[in-house]
């Protein structure tokens, strides 16, 4: 079963505008990684955030995590059109790595 | 794609018949994984290995069976395939769980994926 859920399933913005992106699971975990992946090609690792940090950022990608609800965020600042792809997060727990569903970013140039 | 690449890239099969998909990577890492991945549920964990030799199962692990005879080889077979395995299937790869200098290397890396068919 799925533990992370990412949400919105969809989302489309202008170039230039800020991408969030929501991600919930249900127990305990190492870590939280966030996932992009292009169509038809395999994923790539964004950024990885410990149980015990609060936020993270790397170039224009902040990351929060939020263990009291269980939560995460993925913030993508000044989206560009390249930005399109599926975002995947997945919670690590005693490796065991289980990946949500994705959210769809398209960026409109 | 990180030094690992993935053979067949595309595959049709009929039902019934065994399937061997092949994982190669030139990283010299101690873990890897593969997945499935289907519209709907993400990723899903077939089987991974931790070492040569030593594998175990993940979240969809039957019908599925691996093997690693080599640090940079993981296999994956589908005895007899059935059509509810039609899925692209990905390898992936890490150092390992654990931290170390505060870098955390529970990191994956991603082949470029193997589409499957079973007609």
């Known amino acids: 079963s799925q533990q992370g859920e990412e949400d919105p399933q969809a989302l489309s913005i202008q170039e230039g505008e800020n991408a969030t992106m929501n991600c919930s699971y249900k127990?305990?975990?190492?870590?939280l990684q966030w996932y992009r992946q292009n169509s038809g090609r395999g994923l790539v690792h964004l950024i990885l955030?410990?149980?015990?940090?609060r936020e993270k950022h790397s170039g224009r990608l902040r990351v929060t995590l939020d263990t009291s609800k269980k939560s995460s965020s993925l913030l993508i600042t000044a989206s560009r059109a390249a930005d399109t792809a599926s975002y995947f997060c997945?919670?690590?727990?005693?490796?065991?790595?289980?990946f949500g569903a994705g959210t769809r970013l398209t960026v409109k140039p | 794609d990180a030094g690992i690449t993935q053979s067949p890239r595309h595959k049709v099969t009929e039902t019934g018949t065994p399937v061997t998909l092949r994982c190669h990577q030139t990283e010299n890492h101690r873990y890897m994984y593969w997945y499935r991945q289907d519209p709907g549920h993400g990723l899903r964990l077939i089987h991974y290995s931790y070492g040569v030799k030593d594998t175990d199962k993940g979240e969809v692990s039957d019908g599925y069976s691996v093997s690693r005879s080599k640090t940079e080889d993981f296999l994956l077979t589908l005895e007899s395939a059935t059509s509810s395995q039609t899925s692209v299937y990905f390898c992936?790869?890490?150092?390992?769980?654990?931290?170390?200098?505060?870098?955390?290397?529970?990191?994956?890396?991603f082949g470029p994926g193997t589409r499957l068919t079973v007609l």
């Open positions: 992936a790869i890490s150092v390992g769980p654990g931290l170390a200098g505060g870098i955390d290397y529970n990191e994956q890396f």
């Open positions: 127990t305990s975990i190492n870590n």
């Open positions: 955030i410990r149980s015990n940090e």
């Open positions: 997945a919670t690590f727990n005693n490796n065991d790595m289980r």
